[in-house]
């Protein structure tokens, strides 16, 4: 019996223009009115995602932000809490410090970029007075050094033509004890070890004392694979890469075709109540 819904946000709640369809906002907001609970899963920041709750959704829900480093319950209050340790961040920043990639360090609410070409966008949220511009790999070496600025994911991309050379970097990365997922074509994420969309579903999971058998969750790319794959019933977008549809329990349709919004309405309809046979039902 599904008792939980959780959605990333870019490619899976949010159409091509970053906007939450009506559908979609309509369709969560019937689900938690039903009695089931909801979580935006995303790598975005905590201020991003209370955006969308507070102007689109309007309802309650969990906010699993950073990639996992943070959740915040829908009374408000934080419990997950997993930054980078300092000395990782700083081991990070030394490596990739000469290689002049856009390097984005994301504090809870805040982000820090560095970017030699000077564009000074993140990757999902462009312009925002949440990003401060950063000068230099230097600068945020030194933001790190502070100790009331804790640092939960460090984000790097390139242009197409140096992906190749990203890619090679973020080999000699991972033996640090650290996370490393996709969210982007060439955009990379790191978060702290074990720490992941999953790792904060199942703290949800311990909270709400309902099993992970019980979840479904819609995603779209890399940091949403373990996520779609491991909950009871993983919902693929038409959009997402084919590693996700290959691990997915459904497919469903496209973030611009309101998809997250068709498969909530065919759960609160009690389809998959009737026949749960948990095989492969794409749309």
Known sequence: MIKFIGTDLDGTLLNSYSQVPFENA???RRAVDSGLIYAICSGRTLHSV???FKKDLKTEGYRVVLNGGV?????????VDRPIDHDIVDEILKRVEFNKFKVVIDGINYTYVYDPNKSWTTYFEGMSRHNI?????????KKNEDPDFNIYKVCFSTSPKRLFE??????SLAALPVTISRSGSNYFEINAQDVTKLSALQRISEIESIPMADFMCFGDYGNDYDMVREVGYGVAMDNAIEKVKEVAWNITKTNNENGVGVMINRVLDGEFERNDNRSRLDI
């Not at 959740?71 to 419990?79: A, D, H, L, R, S």
């Not at 511009?133 to 070496?141: E, F, G, K, M, V």
């Not at 990203?166 to 080999?171: A, I, P, T, V």
């Open 71 to 79: 959740v915040v319950n829908p009374k408000g209050e934080q419990v």
């Open 133 to 141: 511009h950063a000068n230099s790999i230097d600068d945020l070496r």
């Open 50 to 52: 209370n955006k969308f």
């Open 166 to 171: 990203l890619r090679k970097k973020l080999e």
């Open 26 to 28: 309509d369709a969560i």
